[in-house]
């Protein structure tokens, strides 16, 4: 049964500027940031994709586009995960927003804007989450230096 | 910053009888802070795992004194850091640190607290001396309860043996 | 010479979602990020309307240790310590779904031994985490005796698992392909003794709160949230169970020995906070019920899988052939070599779905780690438990999310 809802993805789903593969058992489905939003919908309410698992930021600095912001997605009447990515450059790094679908995305987007960088349209707080105010740069960039710590008291002497 | 000295001097000339009595008064007020310490759990991370461990039984450190746990750094004596001290924590584990009156102890937990432990990166902050004093060093990932009760009687013996200036800044 | 106030010597690390000025009817008060009750480094600013919580702004990240970038600096193996101290209450669920993250990447098959006696410790990890949590949110309602009784049995748990791994708390006892070593003998005779003193000691905290009006009272419709919101906002484990929907990836997508094992998933009714308490004890009885199986269904044989691309040869050999000395150097130095390609490999966690995205590129080191973590993914539902009850069921509430720091901030 979930190998029907996977093939009957396979066939709907994938817009027709996108591609889709298995990884490792799951479905893969690479589309472009426009039609991002309105994938996710189709996800949502044809297939019942009704649990947002994650979203994160894969950074590939020496391709164009840079980053690769990727989706997952859980059905709980089906019992299957899907991924879902695309791809976004550097000079322009926004996606859409899921948190109109979904309450989950507001605190994971957040995440992923504090360590990549990446800008969700729509999404009403885009504040710091898992770092603090004043801290300048997105850590889990490729060119993020690790030991690069911007201490917000002045250590003792 | 580092810790204000009370510079010792006596207002007398230190007379043998002076000193003898000095020392007595800093004996029974060492021996009475010592088994009355009301710590602070500073608590953020795993070490908190055997912090609760370490208060309850079998580990029990009732048994030394230190047993309540005051969570107003106004009414607590001893600063116990309890796991990993971030950027993001730092500015707050100071504030905490100033509203507690002397005389007052830091205890680090861990070996996060103690020198930021195998987190060597842009949040943890390498060991929480870098912000506060500390007193004692509990090494260890989580140190067992047995490591913390040792360092808990260790810290008893130096609250034991060093001076309590409780009148005036030398007596 | 102005004088440094407070405000300039210490930053603010957080931004405020309201500010006091906005809200002249209420009062806004502070909760955390170093309190007693937010188990851990959370910070609260609810804004009251007397006693009533209108809105609550939940700051996370106090904790933030920045997993994801130290891990991308460590071999494969390297940096099992790490994965640990996501959730600390229970390291050894961690540590078993990196590793069959990394062997799924690898493509390699644990023996039968080894996926049974995962799953043994999987359970025993759970008991371990529920424990924990019940215990420090009854004892933050007032009830210190079942706090020290529910650690009095962790603490057993935690000598017993200190006699096969080496620690109490932090275990890092998965490798890739294996476990680190087998069971020494007599174990599973004094694990045995530990559920039976286990059971014991939970049916006199059945007795001492199931049907105390004091703590029914302040549990019972605390909190609420329908199965529906839930979903909506990302809630799994034991908070999603308590609204009514037997969600258990444990029964929905089985992993490790979890399909061959008879056990039922409790659920609540209403998703309050007395369902969640009660849900986390029949989970733990549920644990000792499957524990039982698995002693009886353990299977002999060898730990590690006979693979050399992941598993340490044996140190005898190490130490006469040349070519294990190489295999060990180059596994330890390098680290094992995964394959190009990327997973996601979710296993059911106390508190929800852990799931582990790991991208490599080929070589011994992750190219990308990300956990996707259920008390995260908690913190940014909690206002919808908190917002409309009273300040002081915020700690009840809190307690029954059952947020670990470490696996919230990563």
Redesign the interface.
Known sequence: MTAAVVDLMQQQLVPPAGEASL??G?LVVVVPPADLLGTVRRLKSEFGF?????V?A??WPERTPRFDV?Y?F?S?AH???V?LKTRVPEAEPMVDSLVPL???A???ER?CHD?YGIVFRGNP?L????????FVGH??RKD?P????????P??? | MSRPTIPIRPAHAPTPAFEYFSTKKDEFVGWARKFSLFPYPFVTACCAMEFMAVSSTPYDTDRFGAALPRFSPRQSDLLMVVGTLTHKQAPVLLRVYEQMCEPKWVMAFGACATSGGFYQNYAAVAGIDKIIPVDIYVPGCPPRPETVIDAIMKLQDRIAGSRHPIITGSF | MTMPTVETRLPNPVRPAFERGERDDAVIVNIGPSHPATHGTIQVIAALDGEKVQRVDVHCGYLHRGFEKECEDHTWHNLIPYVDRLNYCSGLINDFAYCEAVETLMDVEITPRCRYLRTLLSEYSRIADHLTCVAASLMELGAMTAFLYLVMIRDYIYEHLADLTGARVTYTYGRIGGLARDLPAGWLKRLGEILDKYEVFVGRIHGLMDRNRIFIDRTRDIGVISTADAINWGFTGPILRSTGAPRDLRKDAPYLAYAELDFDVPVGIKGDNYDRYYVRMREMDESVYMIRQLMDLLPEGPINVDDRRCTLPEKRLVYTEIESLINHFKLIMDGPDVPAGEVYAAHEAPNGELGFYLVSTGGGTPYKFHVRSPSFVHMGGVQRLLEGYQLADIIPTFGSVNMIGGECDR
């Open positions: 990884s490792h799951m009704d649990l947002f698992l994650d994160t894969v950074d990727v997952h859980y709980t019992m299957i995960r991924r979904y309450g989950s507001n605190f994971m995440e360590m707080d504040r710091p989450i898992l770092l603090y105010e004043g850590p889990l993020y690790k030991l690069q710590e911007q201490p917000l008291v250590y003792r002497t």
